[in-house]
């Protein structure tokens, strides 16, 4: 079920794309469909003419009649964006999904290099898939120009430049392996059941032999990854960090060319279920928000950025508890590297910095949650019934959004929403400093949230 005038295409958008201060929809050239960056490589600066041009003549060359785009280097095809059609909510819940695959379908958008705003095929496609995430990058083109022009508008002619050797596959698999467990989970899970797909993988619920638990499983093939090494982020980021309010990862393996990655299995579903179906009272919105935020102000203070905090990432257990997961696209800021440049998330639920293509920081996730909130008291995120990329002009350019229900909330709530949703990224509240906001007092036990569940509820709520 799309939610009404939704544009299900609006993918989170993983990859770099290069810096520049044209915004998406002002490119005078096709957008460059260049392969993604190697693993490891350091942060890609403008791209050097020649290798532009040579970009533009891949772009033309991979675009069919049906404005479709395909990955130079993996030949995957990338269609037109299509109708998710919430098989997540019609199960017993939503699992953890592939990093490309949203509950709702809003694409979670990390885009090739060099790739901003495109055709408006690509731009018309994008209208049919708004909520899911994608690591693809080719659904929504949000493409700027890669022909770097002079004064008087003429392309530069200069040599190729020898570009970093792609890893192959083999390569590839070798690195992950050593990040992963050894052995084969098929020999201790059974009962799979199929629950979710994306573009990354599926997601599936099978039992574990051992302990008689349930568990969701992701299965992620190698090939069919647009930016493979982001699935580094499904083991090591969601390895490393445990905390009461992050989705549990029990272990990851590599079978055949496929990633497993087997996790805890949230009966309660998407918070998306929730905010579609549901009206929240202040409580439930401050339970959701403070057990949200003590995930984040964790996952900040070890320079972790999430980038595509929405509804769709927020799983729920039978008892009410709030987790977050989806960390596909996650990123690591250090004193060394305090800022990231990617363009990567949900177009609507995107900050003006990101949009805007300049360096940030965690405190992008603050506006996503921001948004979030509009999602409990509204139903949907702010532009939801616009295009996307129209969507993320309107971020870029406009005074933050505003309710449309804003004579329904309180003062408190109110402020606390105005705390996170601040264009100036240095002016925006923290995690740590919202977790003391007097609006999170009204904030109850996981339990409050029970009564919400798709199970508890009228089916005409």
Same mark, same amino acid.
Request: net charge neutral; aromatic share 4%; proline share 9%.
């Given at each position: ?101 949203? *509950? ?41 120009? @890669? ?62 032999? *051992? ?37 549990? @990862? ?179 509240? @923290? ?31």
């Amino acid at each position: 079920m799309q939610r009404p005038g939704g544009y299900p295409n609006a993918a989170p958008y993983p990859g770099p794309m290069q810096a520049g201060n044209s915004f998406p929809g002002m490119a005078q050239g096709a957008g460059g469909g260049g392969p993604p960056p190697p693993l490891h490589s350091k942060p890609q600066g403008q791209n050097h003419p020649g290798q532009q041009q040579q970009q533009q003549q891949q772009q033309q060359q991979q675009q069919d009649p049906h404005g479709h785009l395909s990955d130079a280097n993996n030949g995957n095809h990338l269609p037109p964006g299509h109708h998710h059609h919430h098989h997540h909510h019609q199960m017993m819940g939503k699992m953890p999904s592939p990093s490309s695959s949203s *509950s709702t379908g809003a694409p979670t958008v990390a885009t090739d290099p060099n790739h901003m705003f495109s055709n408006n095929n690509s731009i018309n496609n994008a209208k049919s898939n708004s909520r899911a995430s994608s690591s693809s990058g080719g659904n929504v083109s949000v493409a700027q120009s @890669t022909a770097s022009t002079t004064q008087s508008g003429q392309s530069q002619q200069q040599p190729p430049v020898k570009t970093e050797q792609r890893l192959t596959h083999e390569q590839f698999r070798a690195a992950l392996q050593m990040v992963v467990s050894a052995g084969d989970p098929r020999e201790n899970l059974e009962n799979y059941t199929k629950i979710g797909e994306g573009s990354t993988g599926t997601v599936c619920i099978a039992t574990d032999k *051992s302990t008689g638990r349930q568990v969701a499983v992701k299965q992620m093939d190698l090939r069919k990854q647009q930016r493979r090494e982001l699935l580094f982020n499904e083991v090591v980021i969601m390895r490393d960090y445990h905390h009461p309010n992050i989705v549990e @990862t029990y272990s990851s393996f590599l079978v055949n060319d496929e990633l497993w990655v087997v996790m805890e299995f949230l009966e309660g579903g998407a918070l998306t279920d929730i905010v579609t179906h549901s009206r929240m009272d202040e409580e439930q919105i401050a339970t959701v928000c403070k057990q949200c935020l003590k995930a984040l102000s964790y996952l900040h203070s070890q320079g972790v950025i999430h980038r595509d905090i929405k509804s769709d990432s927020i799983l729920l257990a039978s008892d009410g508890r709030v987790k977050l997961s989806d960390f596909g696209f996650c990123a690591q800021v250090s004193q060394e590297l305090p800022k990231r440049k990617s363009l990567v998330g949900t177009p609507y639920w995107m900050s003006p910095e990101v949009i805007s293509r300049l360096p940030y920081g965690p405190e992008v996730d603050i506006w996503s949650l921001g948004i979030m909130v509009i999602e409990m008291i509204d139903g949907e995120p702010p532009f939801f019934n616009e295009p996307p990329l129209q969507a993320m002009r309107r971020i870029r350019d406009m005074p933050p959004p505003k309710l449309k229900n804003s004579h329904k909330v309180s003062s408190r709530l109110q402020n606390f929403l105005d705390r996170m949703l601040v264009r100036d990224p240095v002016q925006r509240a @923290t995690a740590a400093e919202l977790l003391a906001h007097p609006f999170l007092r009204q904030a109850g036990p996981p339990s409050l949230l029970v009564p919400l569940m798709r199970g508890a509820r009228h089916s005409n709520c």
